[in-house]
């Protein structure tokens, strides 16, 4: 239930968190249903993490990517994305070897602005992004407000729809004949 969750419109991944915190599974999985709500509570509010200014893209959408050296073939999908949608882009690499990290990106070249976390999950700019997995996407708006914590799902429908708006509501890649 909560791996459906995690891949799931927010309202619904809420609905499911916290039919698990209040059930008897186990409190593995209820802690990862708290981590789940705490993500999901960031989309709709302004990005203010420390250690990344995202004030420098005021009026132009935003695609936030997690990436990895060891992950070489997500690099190739967010330099799919970056051709295809023409956003601005951030990748904030959690690799705990940042000097292993800027070598991988000056040869395969990671798209955007190239941040170095350094600590997995749990480095300071990760952890304030809660995020849940390795490879993440978050879409924010031209305002400077996160606006998708999903965003590797159906992401260049997504970005469409971002680009075409002004960042009022959460894009759909389903509504607008994005990826599915």
């Known amino acids: ?22 059930s008897s599974a ?4 209820k802690t990862g249903a708290r981590k789940l709500l705490a993500q999901r509570a960031l989309e709709g509010k ?15 959408p935003v ?40 070598q991988f990106a000056q040869s395969e070249h990671p798209p955007g602005l190239l941040v170095y976390d350094g600590g997995g999950l749990d480095g300071p700019i990760t952890s304030q992004l809660r995020l849940l997995m390795p490879s993440s996407v978050y879409l924010i708006d031209r305002h400077g407000v996160l606006v998708d914590t999903c965003g590797h799902i159906g992401t260049l429908g997504k970005l469409a729809a971002l680009q075409k708006t002004d960042g009022a509501e959460k894009p759909d890649a389903r509504r607008d004949g994005g990826e599915k």
């Open 1 to 22: 239930m909560l791996s459906v969750a995690k891949s799931s419109a927010s309202a619904i991944a809420n609905e499911a968190s916290n039919e698990l915190i209040h």
């Open 26 to 29: 186990p409190e593995k999985i």
């Open 46 to 60: 302004p990005m203010n993490i420390r250690g990344l200014d995202v004030s420098a893209f005021k009026g132009r």
């Open 63 to 102: 695609l936030l990517y997690t990436w990895s050296a060891k992950r070489p073939e997500m690099v190739r999908a967010f330099k799919y994305w970056a051709v295809k949608s023409g956003v601005d882009m951030i990748g904030v690499n959690i690799d705990s070897d940042k000097e292993a990290a800027r």
